[in-house]
């Protein structure tokens, strides 16, 4: 069957840096998404890997092990507004998103 | 560019009366549109694929009676929960997708919150 598993909860310090995991089982593989998503609202696109390595944009990075179906959020410089959940998704051989549950991110300052 | 519009944000409506939902492209055609469903503390469950001009693909378990989805238009997708329940109360989301991008990326609507007393 196909499956996303990641943490349910993390909590980690404001201005310090968190990491964000998700296994994935696919039938069949075209990319892994990460999406934002606050509490009442619908999510937002943060990043996506198809290829092995790691991906960074600002604060954010993303990293990829197709071997190992296994990927990664990293957040730096944690600011407040980073509590939310963060969702991993793994896209299969139709082209659909698998979902996770969902990583519920809580900082403290 | 690739917003996505839902009406109404929210709605209330009494046991047995029938919702509408609309989803829009604003500046993009949308090839394919996707439904999603929310509970609290629980992850996107997807309930139905629809693409533009056929008949959607229900997930498993999702009553396609219950659930009416029609996709008239590349910029238009309405999702029908017809004789609403309390159990059916939830966040519902729509996605869509332009053809364009190399890898498929949904663009979220902003969700529309459902509440059957």
């Known amino acids: 069957g196909q499956n996303i598993d990641q943490p349910t909860e993390m909590t980690a310090t404001e201005g310090a840096i968190v990491q964000i995991n998700c296994t994935y089982q696919?039938?069949?593989?075209?990319?892994l998404f990460w999406y934002q998503q606050h509490a009442g609202e619908a999510p937002t696109f943060l990043s996506y890997?198809?290829l092995d390595g790691l991906e960074e944009k600002g604060r954010f990075s993303s990293f990829l092990s197709r071997s190992k179906g296994y990927s990664y959020l990293l957040l730096k410089e944690l600011q407040m507004k980073d509590s939310a959940s963060y969702l991993c998704a793994a896209m299969d051989s139709n082209y659909q998103l698998i979902w996770g549950a969902g990583t519920k991110l809580i900082i403290k300052p | 560019g690739a917003v996505v519009s839902q009406h109404p944000s929210w709605v209330i409506c009494k046991s047995g009366t029938s919702v509408k939902i609309e989803c829009r492209s604003l500046d993009f055609q949308a090839t394919t549109m996707f439904w999603y469903r929310q509970f609290p503390k629980q992850s996107l469950m997807l309930m139905a694929t629809s693409n533009e001009g056929s008949k959607a693909t229900y997930e498993q378990g999702v009553e396609k009676d219950k659930f009416l989805i029609n996709h008239a238009s590349l910029t238009l997708s309405t999702l029908t929960v017809t004789s609403a329940h309390p159990e059916d109360s939830s966040f519902y989301i729509c996605s869509a997708t332009s053809g364009e991008s190399s890898y498929n990326e949904q663009f979220f609507g902003p969700g529309t919150r459902l509440t059957v007393l």
């Open positions: 696919t039938s069949g593989f075209n990319g």
């Open positions: 890997n198809v």
